[in-house]
Every structure is written in structure tokens, then in C-alpha cells.
């Protein structure tokens, strides 16, 4: 009999209790900060300090977003705000004109007729080609 191995898993053992190492990294800093401002600050700043750094060290702790950790989310984010950017521009090709022509006195038929008459290129049709690449190029499986 056949069985399904899960594979894939992403399991950080416990190291420190319930946390994971990096579980306790992030709690145990803020609390050593924590520690430290309580001595320097007045109490009201100690307050203040504690209640935003152990918030942030619990959603560094605890907070997945998509299934990955704050901490990742956040590296990310800089890691794009950062780092240069390449904007690729392609280039459409254009589609075949239509021209209507209206009607003009015999005076100015005769100026048109030269002024068409000056004009050598013809556009071409679209060719079935292109249209194939571009059909093949925006499938979606």
C-alpha cells in the first residue's frame, strides 16, 4: 500500500520552551531593552518604550503575513524600496489605419489626387505570424 509523504515542511524546533530560537531572540532583546530603559528613563518613558518595543518584538515573534514571518515580509520590503529597478518597455505593434475621405468640390479633388499620388508606402496588413506569437505569448495554462 502507498502512502503520501508530506513533503515541503518547514518546522523550527523548540529550543526555549515554547519559543523557537528566533522566537527568543526577538522577545528576549526587547526585554533586555526593556531592562536597560527602565534604569534611564523615568517611568512614564519606561512605560511608553515597553508597551512599542514589546509589541514589536511579539509581532516579530509571532506574525505570519502570507505564511512568512514579519521579519522576512519586512527585509522584503526594503530589500525593493532599496534596490534599483529595470522597467522593460515592449513595444505594440500598430494596428492598420483606416482612412475616410470626404467629399471635397472638383478644386480640391485635383490637390488631393497630387497629394495621394506623392505618397509611396502602403500599409501592410498584420501578419499572421505576429498574430500567432502575440496568441501563443498570452495563453495562460
Known sequence: MRYQL????????????????????????AGAACFIVYFVAPFYLFILSCIFLGGGALAFAFLKIGGKPLSIVVLNFLKFNISPRLYIWKKREKTQITIFKKEVKKENKRKEEEKEEELPLKIAERSQLKKLQTQIETKTK
Open 6 to 29: 508530506p513533503q515541503f515542511i518547514e518546522y523550527e524546533p523548540k529550543i526555549f520552551g515554547p519559543f523557537t530560537f528566533r522566537q527568543f531572540v526577538y522577545v528576549g532583546i
